[in-house]
């Protein structure tokens, strides 16, 4: 249990320190593409109602009937937004013994329906919380340990999970018992270290989208976990640019497991709305001016029915920060800063 720890929190440093590298050093040079940019409408901010700073949000949980719940950096306090009325809110979640004892870091959370539910990374139970009947319900599953996971239907979910016998990760499919993959991940022997990615769920079908964080690629595959097909993002780095690197230790078959520089981080976050997949890429690509990249976020579009690039937009920085994530719905863009959620009017793209 200690070591899988270890391994969790050797992966966070490394993604953090590769990232203010990558900012610092990859943009000040050619990357190989170029970037189309569509002639949207502007992005314009819209006012909302309530706090938006009470608690630190730090990602999107889920979406019910048209509202859209945050996590943060309390795990027993939720945020929500309702997006036609643009009205934030704050949810306390009650049953406090399951968040004693357990620090922020450890909880993955997700949401569909009228459900949002909270797992405790390494432990066999997971809570459901009913949002229209403010209830919350303790569920148990096998035990096992996990990076990142997604709602298929109330009671059934695919995690990226630890396997011990290949030291990686692969994808599973959970409700009371697990069922495994069958070669949808690739194999490196390096607890994941180089394939790790973001979980999203496409919205309104059955399919998943697995996106890496360090090379041009993501799987899209069903909720038997059959791949559907696998697409290519417009940037180069066809692979991780750091190499896997093993220090021998005693009573460890693949010693302990590092990266042997800093991992170039190229897809920070992304969301789905309508069979697009929306990338928020840290790339410049060789026709954008490094002071454009120093302002704004590129969002590139993708079609995932046919892998086609659509094209790019700009969303700008608040304060000095660029957008940490977004999610679309209608006409709405919802982007999460590091101090502050914005709501922006959006036209998405004709298909």
């Known amino acids: ?95 406090t013994a399951f968040f004693s004892n357990t620090a922020v870091g450890n909880f993955c959370i997700t949401g569909d329906s009228n459900f949002i539910y909270i797992f405790k990374i390494n432990c066999p139970k997971y809570l459901s919380v009913d949002i229209s009947k403010k209830q919350c ?64 769920k496409n919205d309104g079908t059955a399919q998943f989208v697995y996106l890496y964080y360090k090379k041009n690629s993501y799987l899209v595959f069903d909720s038997t976990l059959h791949l559907i097909s696998r697409g290519k993002t417009i940037d180069t780095f066809t692979s991780r640019r750091s190499q896997i690197k093993r220090i021998p230790a005693k009573k460890q078959k693949w010693g302990i497991v590092t990266e042997d520089g800093p991992a170039t981080i190229s897809n920070i976050s992304a969301c789905i709305y309508k069979g697009l997949l929306y990338v928020n890429s840290r790339l410049r690509a060789d026709n954008e001016i490094k002071e454009n990249i120093e302002e704004y976020s590129s969002i590139d579009i993708y079609r995932l029915k046919d892998a086609k690039y659509l094209g ?40």
């Open 1 to 95: 249990m200690a070591k899988r720890i270890r391994i969790i929190v050797s992966i966070i440093v490394l993604v953090v320190f590769g990232w203010f590298i990558f900012l610092h050093f990859v943009n000040d040079q050619k990357n190989g593409f170029l970037r189309t940019f569509l002639r949207v409408p502007p992005i314009n901010l819209v006012k909302m109602t309530g706090d938006n700073t009470a608690y630190k949000i730090n990602g999107i949980s889920g979406v019910t009937a048209g509202t859209i719940f945050f996590r943060t950096d309390h795990p027993d306090q939720l945020v929500s937004l309702d997006i036609d009325k643009r009205i934030i809110a704050t949810h306390h979640i009650a049953d």
């Open 137 to 200: 319900r303790e569920h148990y599953i096998p035990s096992f340990a996990f990076t990142r996971c997604a709602c298929i239907k109330p009671g059934n979910f695919v995690f990226r999970r630890y396997d011990d016998n290949l030291h990686d990760q692969i994808f599973s499919k959970v409700n009371s018992i697990i069922k495994d993959e069958n070669e949808l991940s690739e194999v490196h022997h390096d607890w994941g270290m180089g394939t790790d990615g973001m979980l999203l």
């Open 312 to 351: 790019s937009f700009y969303i700008p920085r608040y304060k000095g920060k660029q957008i940490r994530s977004l999610f679309i719905y209608k006409s709405t863009l919802v982007g999460i800063y590091p101090s502050a959620l914005r709501i922006y009017n959006f036209k998405p793209p004709v298909q």
